[in-house]
């Protein structure tokens, strides 16, 4: 993602700041979103797990063999002692504003399945290789290294785990709803879209969503600037020359996208550079970096 040039024809007249249309699908191929499982592509087994999995839906810790939190639990208690020294002025100070905060966390995460797997949801994640933070070790030198012996985290040590840093992330949910359906031997796929999420007006239809390819503008003589956040579009004029783009990067008019002209010049002769580069403990734009780099 950043900015690029693009060599294009003199005339080229492709609205600014817009997505070229070469780059997106046109609607009409696009599949119809699947009215059976809402376009999630999971069976309906699946997609209540799904919603058990983030508490959408009633759970009970108890139903899968876990104990339920409390404002007293270890975690749970540590967890509202941060938020409440971090953001005194919203949850109060004090005991009461801890005990008030602990409850809440505890009814909220006592609602998820994502806080409350038993063994055999740890199996699953541990097989998917979904749970380095508690099987592995880290160091800067040679990465992720299982840790010797191996251990098995119980399902009090991941649930516990889960409360604090990032825990889960969608990929956990869609590994322990996939094992829990096979146990349960159930679908994991809508069967009216078979897990796509889309249906199709016909095989032709389909085909032609399949065949589908992104085209490059044309290319010409003229020299423009272009974004790669999105899709890709173009945000400056066509220039005849180089120089003339770059003079345009430098124009002081152009407020906080403004880049020196030496800058401007060493990045149009790259053709590309990132959004933003980390360096000596700044961040500065790619283009920045680009045309300073070798200075």
């Avoid at 104990?67 to 005194?88: G, H, K, M, Q, W």
Wanted: proline content about 7%; charged content about 20%; overall charge negative.
């Amino acid at each position: 993602m950043g900015r690029r040039i693009v060599r294009v024809p003199l005339n080229f007249d492709a609205p600014l700041n817009e997505v070229w249309a070469g780059y997106l699908m046109p609607e009409h191929l696009h599949g119809l979103r699947c009215t059976a499982c809402n376009g999630s592509g999971y069976s309906r087994h699946a997609a209540h797990l799904h919603d058990l999995w983030y508490g959408n839906v009633p759970f009970r810790p108890e139903d899968n063999g876990s104990t339920p939190l409390t404002a007293d639990t270890p975690a749970v208690r540590a967890f509202a002692e941060r938020n409440v020294t971090r953001n005194s002025d919203f949850y109060g100070s004090g005991e009461a504003a801890i005990r008030q905060e602990a409850r809440r966390l505890a009814d909220l995460w006592n609602s998820q399945w994502a806080h409350h797997l038993n063994a055999d949801d740890v199996a699953a994640l541990i097989a998917a290789g979904r749970l380095t933070d508690l099987t592995h070790t880290w160091d800067r030198d040679s990465g992720w290294q299982p840790i010797q012996p191996p251990v098995t985290p119980t399902p009090e040590q991941v649930n516990e785990w889960s409360l604090s840093g990032f825990g889960h992330d969608g990929i956990n949910a869609s590994v322990a709803v996939k094992a829990r359906c096979k146990r349960d031997g159930m679908n994991l796929l809508c069967p009216a879209c078979n897990g796509e999420g889309n249906v199709w007006r016909g095989a032709q239809h389909k085909a032609d969503h399949e065949a589908w390819e992104r085209t490059e503008p044309p290319t010409g003589e003229g020299w423009q600037l272009w974004e790669t956040v999105s899709e890709g579009s173009p945000i400056s004029p066509v220039f005849a020359a180089a120089d003339e783009l770059a003079s345009w990067m430098s124009d002081p008019e152009r407020g906080r996208q403004w880049v020196p002209g030496d800058v401007a010049a060493k990045f149009v002769a790259e053709g590309w550079a990132p959004s933003l580069v980390g360096s000596g403990g700044d961040v500065v734009s790619g283009v920045e970096f680009v045309g300073f780099r070798d200075e």
